[in-house]
């Protein structure tokens, strides 16, 4: 750690025209993403700042705002800066810094008013984005904003100006031509890989389909991590329009990209604090979608037991909620309730994801309900477009051609990938251990928390290779000895804690044929 | 900063049965309160950690949880930790942690409980109080919790659990004999000292009154900074109870004691948001009279524009909000609705403050408001014991007869201050600067918030001579020349600031005899 002082006296200036002292600028290694600068205590007591305060700083050229924090790091007369500001705002040697406190945003007003059980207004919505987006609220300050939200509720119409000052302070796309598409999924459920196999379809009916994925946060495997298997999914939003434009899709991690970037940092606090409230979930969908310029948008709800969406009535309500919203922003919505219950395919994991839906592809046919998913969901697009009255059929048709897969190795290439790649040839982890039944039965219900936690404890998604393979499905029938489910790894002491994970926690049960013993008389 | 290389390998167990790491411990220049330890990214992803999860770490004998941060502070292999925590649990050099995830804390959920418009029982309040005081909930989630039960409110009864928990953690005093009673202040308004005067008046008629007070946050000078002014309040809560035994009373700043510390931490994070929720605000003070003993309390409400309780009907529905707390906690609460609108003496700023009252009590006579207020308190407590049935006069006859001055004085002694100091002797600050009248005329309201901002420029209350005296309050006559106000400082520069604020905030206006020119007719 290097402390890199840029050296000049402190001046006090006598007569200034409001509080304001000169501080020998300091470099000092603070975690920090935002702008934060450290006082000393004494120092800033006499600037009357209390924790949690706000300074204007301004070095020659350059000003910022930044939050204030006291601490004995640096000595009376010095302003500490951490190495992000001084590269943001160019910090020189030879420059001393002058500092004011400054009040607080007025988007702070705004979300107390929300707190006190108001309506924003279309101006205070976009102050608060704005703010979001800029950096400029603190994260106590979001996460008000976010609980005042989800408490209090908001009107369609205030999550509509949220959505549009989400699109407006980030990176967007416009495409010059062509019919716009895109999809999503809640998610919630492992082996979801559908869409590795749906937007190549999408595509090669020349829809354009620039999809924006994401990473896994508490999942095994997101669509940006299982994609990343094959491809380089870090594209800028310039090369996502390039290759939209040139191929028909791309699946990219929007992280890359500064789409609407007050969403993310309204998710990064909802995380810790287990939050995942209705409007910022419709919002931060509705909001991606817009920005990358997509007119049609089908929404992928799953449901069922142990989903994120319990029932098929609370998956219709989030349905027309979104529904609804496109409405109001000019994009037309298609909802799929799928059954969330269960895993779609059988693998688990990115790169056992991966070589699912490529080998799917290659062979033309695969596990039923990831297929029956995939057309589907590429099929509620051909209708919504007009391209086709039965979508599911046309998509079928587009699959058991070859163009999907066709369409899938040109997206690899533009994407920087190997597009001969088969699905045979993608690595594995190859520290191996399968759990084989005691018993003949029946397969019963898999424990999708079991399944992600035993792939994540064997190292999904960091270790690609790691994951599970699910070999036996609710309903199908087992025999002693027969492998239930193979865990991969990518290390020894991974595989071990992921062995443990299953151990206790029993993934999947085989029941008796007979389930009951009965003996007559009702 | 000094890195702090505790050296040993990095151990990899491939047989444990929990995913754990060992790692090199080095101490690293966090600004950090609470525990809080570093991992290099990518071993914080092999743990499969998340920003805002926590951590076990056992070094040792010793083991705490502590937050975890992701930076390149730290190599992997490498676990960093901040002086404090290094220093409370004794880490030594050639020693190696192990580091493993834990779960959130069941609080979290309870919270989220709330949240979601439940209600707490009594057993998760405990729960959620306790991890508060044990640093064992972060920023986020307390400030959850002050949100959710401002939007979501809370029964009288959860209040009830929420206070008798902040006692229960932390430190408290017992009495053996004597009759224990108290006094509070809202506050809100400047030149509010009347305790200084109370305390002692209530001495000397044999109650015991351990008073801890608290320093300003955005006022001028807290009840504990005028107190300062005459002798140590940075007591521990032992030296809190001799001292109360030996000579009747304390004015003790409560901060240098660990009285109800979850209280303290809700009130760091309340700051920052603008926030003070009522229950937050019955709590706090209830906690921290229960846990000094008390029986008796008088809790001064002031009331009136421009005050923190704008009218008498909100300030009689939080009277009885705090008198039902103290009959479910076993205190008798009397509150005393006093006016707010205008400063109760002339005299703002912590030396001039403790002036102010010294010579009145040297005097046995002074601002009309302030000995009225301070002897109005002090009666109601005499009442509430039973001790007089005229509260007032008998604590007038106290005062005037000398005896309040001479308790004061003992209080002083006891407190390590200089007993025979004189009013006159106090130093204040010697820059100053007079507002004049331009004209003749009627003192009009005088502008609160305006002369706390100037007190405040001026040095208040960390310069403790700073401050401002006011010459002529509401109603006076004012001649062109009479001077108006006059500000304090002790250093030139925030004199000039201060002139600068008082020049633009015009804190004390001066209208003409005839305030409107009326012609006839209504």
């Known amino acids: 750690m290097k402390a890199h002082h840029i050296v000049l006296e402190k001046l006090i200036s006598p007569h200034q025209l409001s509080i304001s002292m000169k501080y020998r600028l300091k470099v000092v290694p603070l975690r920090s993403e935002k702008f934060t600068v450290v006082l000393n205590q004494s120092d800033a007591e006499d600037l009357g700042l209390l924790p949690g305060d706000r300074v204007k700083v301004i070095v020659g050229k350059e000003s910022f705002v930044a939050e204030a924090?006291?601490?004995?790091?640096?000595?009376?007369?010095?302003?500490?800066?951490?190495?992000?500001?001084?590269?943001?705002?160019?910090?020189?040697?030879?420059?001393m810094a002058e500092v004011y406190p400054v009040s607080r945003p007025k988007s702070v007003e705004f979300i107390r008013k929300k707190l006190d059980g108001g309506k924003?207004?279309?101006?205070?919505?976009?102050?608060?984005?704005?703010?979001?987006?800029?950096?400029?609220?603190?994260?106590?300050?979001?996460?008000a904003f976010i609980l005042a939200n989800e408490i209090v509720g908001m009107s369609e119409e205030e999550v509509q100006w949220m959505i549009e000052a989400m699109v407006e302070n980030g990176e967007r796309i416009s495409f010059e031509r062509g019919v716009i598409v895109n999809m999503h999924t809640i998610g919630?459920?492992?082996?979801?890989?559908?869409?590795?196999?749906?937007?190549?379809?999408?595509?090669?009916?020349?829809?354009?389909?620039?999809?924006t994925a994401s990473r896994a946060i508490t999942?095994?495997?997101?669509?940006?991590?299982t994609m990343e298997v094959l491809a380089d999914v870090n594209l800028s939003i310039e090369e996502i329009r390039e290759i939209t434009e040139k191929v028909g899709g791309v699946i990219a991690w929007g992280g890359a990209t500064n789409i609407a970037p007050a969403d993310d940092r309204i998710i990064r606090i909802e995380h810790p604090l287990s939050l995942d409230p209705r409007p910022q979930l419709l919002a931060s969908v509705m909001a991606k979608k817009g920005a990358i310029g997509a007119r049609h948008v089908v929404i992928d709800i799953p449901y069922?037991?142990?989903?994120?969406?319990?029932?098929?009535?609370?998956?219709?309500?989030?349905?027309?909620?979104?529904?609804?919203?496109?409405?109001?922003?000019?994009?037309?919505?298609?909802?799929?309730?799928?059954?969330?219950?269960?895993?779609?395919?059988?693998?688990v994991g990115p790169a056992l994801?991966?070589?699912?839906?490529?080998?799917?592809?290659?062979?033309?046919?695969?596990?039923?309900?990831?297929?029956?998913?995939?057309?589907?969901?590429?099929?509620?697009?051909?209708?919504?477009?007009?391209?086709?009255?039965?979508?599911?059929?046309?998509a079928k048709k587009i699959f058991e051609s070859g163009k999907t897969l066709e369409k899938f190795r040109e997206i690899i290439a533009a994407q920087g990938g190997n597009e001969k790649i088969k699905a045979d040839e993608i690595p594995v982890g190859d520290k191996t251990f399968t759990i084989t039944s005691q018993r003949n039965g029946i397969a019963k219900k898999i424990n999708l928390q079991a399944v992600n936690e035993i792939a994540r404890s064997a190292g999904a998604p960091k270790d690609k290779g790691a994951g599970v393979y699910i070999h036996k499905k609710r309903g199908d029938v087992v025999k002693a000895g027969d492998p239930l489910?193979?865990?991969?790894?990518?290390k020894e002491w991974k595989l071990d804690n992921a062995i443990e994970v299953a151990t206790t926690r029993k993934p999947l049960e085989v029941s008796g044929v007979i389930i009951e013993k009965f003996k007559g008389g009702y």
Chains 1, 2 share one sequence.
């Open 120 to 143: 924003y207004s279309a101006v205070e919505m976009k102050s608060i984005i704005e703010d979001i987006a800029k950096n400029v609220l603190n994260d106590l300050e979001i996460s």
């Open 188 to 211: 919630g459920l492992p082996s979801n890989e559908f869409q590795l196999i749906a937007v190549p379809t999408v595509a090669s009916a020349g829809l354009l389909i620039p999809k």
């Open 69 to 95: 924090d006291f601490t004995n790091l640096v000595e009376s007369g010095e302003i500490g800066v951490c190495s992000f500001t001084a590269e943001t705002c160019r910090l020189d040697e030879k420059c």
């Open 304 to 347: 069922g037991e142990g989903a994120k969406i319990e029932s098929g009535e609370m998956a219709r309500a989030l349905a027309n909620d979104f529904i609804e919203l496109g409405k109001r922003l000019g994009l037309e919505v298609v909802c799929a309730l799928t059954y969330g219950g269960q895993p779609i395919g059988r693998a």
């Open 485 to 490: 489910l193979t865990i991969y790894a990518e």
């Open 353 to 394: 994801e991966a070589k699912e839906a490529l080998k799917a592809m290659e062979e033309r046919r695969g596990s039923a309900s990831l297929l029956e998913k995939s057309l589907g969901i590429a099929g509620l697009l051909f209708e919504t477009t007009g391209i086709a009255n039965d979508g599911y059929s046309y």
């Open 219 to 225: 999942s095994a495997s997101g669509t940006a991590d």
